[in-house]
């Protein structure tokens, strides 16, 4: 069965608004969240990542939080850019031999 | 939901040995897979798309006698790295893609081959 879920396949914003893709998990022993972002024909670029002793992460317009008591994770991209447009997947590992990855969000930013 | 396996999960092997990495769809029938390969930064490297019954298209710049892709089955595509040099050394992951309405693109990864060349 799948270990980490994203439960929204596609997902529109207004330029400028907030950006919330969220991402769940079922396994505890995770202990590392990735997000990805991928444009068509390419592979997933590498976005922004956290610990597992950290509930907040911040990279300029991208910040990650994890809420490990609800095995929830969630990406806000602040403002939300067309560029950023594309799909998003977020991933987890314990062991950094193997990465779970979810079935990826798309996002539409809509100037 | 969709899983995706692959085996083995890591394999040492020797210079100029060759090591077959299987990607399986548990669950459901894959008409295309990707293999990807990670890179020290983390992001994933497209190498090739596998559909099944006909010849993989491999990306600019990858090696298709090197990296041999066989995508034999709706279920399996493997993928074959001959004369493994150190440098070949990476983590290699597999996705498998479920058609969906309109452009959504879904994607069903498998959690990854970690090769280590000596």
């Known amino acids: 069965d799948q270990q980490v879920k994203q439960n929204s396949p596609s997902l529109s914003v207004q330029e400028g608004r907030i950006s919330i893709l969220n991402c769940d998990y079922t396994n505890s022993m995770f202990d590392y969240f990735l997000w990805y972002k991928k444009y068509p024909a390419e592979g997933p670029t590498f976005l922004i990542s956290?610990?597992?002793?950290?509930d907040k992460n911040e990279d300029g317009r991208f910040t990650v939080f994890l809420n490990k008591s609800a095995k929830h994770l969630s990406l806000h991209i602040v403002p939300s850019q067309p560029g950023d447009s594309a799909v998003y997947f977020c991933?987890?590992?314990?062991?950094?031999?193997?990465?779970?990855f979810g079935t990826g969000t798309s996002l539409t930013v809509i100037p | 939901g969709a899983v995706v396996s692959q085996h083995p999960s890591r394999v040492i092997c020797k210079s100029g040995t060759s090591v077959k990495i299987e990607c399986r769809s548990l669950?459901?029938?894959?008409?295309?897979m990707f293999w990807y390969r990670q890179f020290p930064k983390k992001s994933l490297m497209l190498m090739a798309t596998?559909?099944?019954?006909?010849?993989?298209?491999?990306e600019q710049g990858v090696e298709k006698d090197k990296f041999l892709i066989n995508h034999a089955s709706l279920t399996l595509s493997t993928l074959t790295v001959t004369s493994a040099h150190p440098e070949d050394s990476s983590f290699y992951i597999c996705?498998?893609?479920?058609?969906?309405?309109?452009?959504?693109?879904?994607?069903?990864f498998g959690p990854g081959t970690r090769l280590l060349v000596l």
């Open positions: 596998s559909n099944e019954g006909s010849k993989a298209t491999y």
């Open positions: 991933a987890a590992t314990f062991t950094g031999n193997q990465f779970y």
């Open positions: 956290i610990s597992s002793i950290k």
């Open positions: 996705s498998a893609r479920v058609p969906q309405a309109g452009d959504q693109e879904t994607q069903y």
């Open positions: 669950d459901f029938q894959a008409t295309t």
